[in-house]
């Protein structure tokens, strides 16, 4: 089994910046080679936002963060980041951390751990 807490969630304005941090505990040496961000806003499903290759550190976005979202990983310390720059209104959502071995690195379903999530609001 893996644990994956998240944290660094706030309220931030328009335009600003958070980091956000998932930690791994428990079985982690070969239980995934993908850690993910995805996001729930209310109403709305879980979509991706993130994801790295955690070997290699391939990285891969959603078309609506490319360039404003960074992610990354601390192998040492079993921690992946994320990276959030020019934050808008529609990036508020919960923020889940997920890891896995996915065929489909966007598919929400293709992960088996999942953190309980942070929540990221932006205001206007």
């Known amino acids: 089994q893996v644990q994956l807490v998240e944290s660094g969630g706030g309220l931030v304005q328009t335009g600003g910046s958070l980091r956000l941090s998932c930690a791994a505990s428990?079985?982690?040496?070969?239980?995934?080679?993908?850690m993910a961000w995805f996001r729930q806003a209310p109403g709305q499903e879980r979509v991706f936002v993130a994801a790295t290759r955690w070997r290699v550190g391939n990285t891969y976005y959603a078309d609506s963060v490319k360039g404003r979202f960074t992610i990354s990983r601390d192998s040492a310390k079993n921690t992946v980041y994320l990276q959030m720059n020019s934050l808008k209104p529609e990036d508020t959502a919960v923020y889940y951390c997920?890891?896995?071995?996915?065929?489909?690195?966007?598919?929400?379903?293709?992960?088996?751990?999942w953190g309980q999530g942070t929540q990221v609001t932006v205001s206007s």
């Open positions: 428990g079985r982690t040496s070969s239980s995934y080679s993908i």
């Open positions: 997920a890891a896995g071995i996915p065929s489909d690195y966007v598919r929400e379903r293709a992960y088996a751990y």
